[in-house]
Nanobody, 126 residues
Framework: QLQASGGGLVQAGGTLRLSCAAT????????VGWVRQAPGKEREGVAC????????WYANSVTGRFTISRDSAEATVYLQMNNLKTEDTATYYCATNFAPMTCAIVEHHIGSLGVWGRGTLVTVSS
């Protein structure tokens, strides 16, 4: 239902743009989050865009480097990642819920996200 793409291998300081597309429902009006999981670590929310007003939230670790955006016409959500660091290496997932939600879910209650896409691997080399 959700498909994340755009990952790859990049050197530290480089950029990548991840995309999240959906089948079966319209991401153009949904609150959507990006969540990552590094090897051996727990999942963490990194960014979120709210349905309706497109307000955004970012984890402190990515603030100023990552930008989440939405193309409503294409019903696609993007995560622009600049100045990548080795600690950004992880599998990145986009996630949402069928029911309306706020970005507080991505920030504090990742386990409550009910719709997940297949992740895309981001590897940042030093």
């Amino acid at each position: 239902q959700l498909q994340a793409s755009g990952g790859g291998l990049v050197q530290a300081g480089g950029t990548l743009r991840l995309s999240c597309a959906a089948t079966g429902f319209n991401l153009g009006r949904s609150t959507v989050g990006w969540v990552r999981q590094a090897p051996g670590k727990e999942r963490e929310g990194v960014a979120c865009i709210s349905g309706g007003d497109d307000a955004t939230w970012y984890a402190n670790s990515v603030t100023g480097r990552f930008t989440i955006s939405r193309d409503s016409a294409e019903a696609t959500v993007y995560l622009q990642m600049n100045n990548l660091k080795t600690e950004d290496t992880a599998t990145y997932y986009c996630a949402t819920n069928f029911a309306p939600m706020t970005c507080a879910i991505v920030e504090h209650h990742i386990g409550s996200l009910g719709v997940w896409g297949r992740g895309t691997l981001v590897t940042v080399s030093s």
